[in-house]
Nanobody
Framework: VQLQASGGGLVQAGGSLRLSCAAAGRTFSTYLVGWFRQAPGKEREFVAVIWWSGGSTTYADSVKGRFTISSDSAKNTVYLQMNSLKPEDTAVYYC?????????????????WGQGTLVTVSS
């Protein structure tokens, strides 16, 4: 499956952005779809994940209550609504999909990756 992430940009602290992750070539079907981010000089970290089948979600503590992950089966797209953005949310955001749950939400457990979209939050 090919993933296309979009929606990044420059926003002031306290603002909002919505990222999109569209799948091509295959539907998400029973995949686990997640968002990760990587700030300069830091490792890629888990942000949020959604089970395509059933819609269950999990969030990193750092974004809980501010970010919402959702899916649209008709569009085969996963979204990440980001509210109350902080400068520390600045990073390249990647969407990824996994055919099977590896037991953790580490990047190594995901099989397919989008190209990343840059989110910059100014103070």
């Amino acid at each position: 499956v090919q993933l296309q992430a979009s929606g990044g940009g420059l926003v002031q602290a306290g603002g909002s952005l919505r990222l999109s992750c569209a799948a091509a070539g295959r539907t998400f079907s029973t995949y686990l779809v997640g968002w990760f981010r990587q700030a300069p000089g830091k490792e890629r970290e888990f942000v949020a994940v959604i089970w395509w089948s059933g819609g269950s979600t999990t969030y990193a503590d750092s974004v809980k209550g501010r970010f919402t992950i959702s899916s649209d089966s008709a569009k085969n797209t996963v979204y990440l609504q980001m509210n109350s953005l902080k400068p520390e949310d600045t990073a390249v955001y990647y969407c990824a999909a996994a055919r099977y749950f590896s037991g953790s939400y580490s990047p190594q457990g995901f099989d397919y990756w989008g190209q990343g979209t840059l989110v910059t939050v100014s103070s």
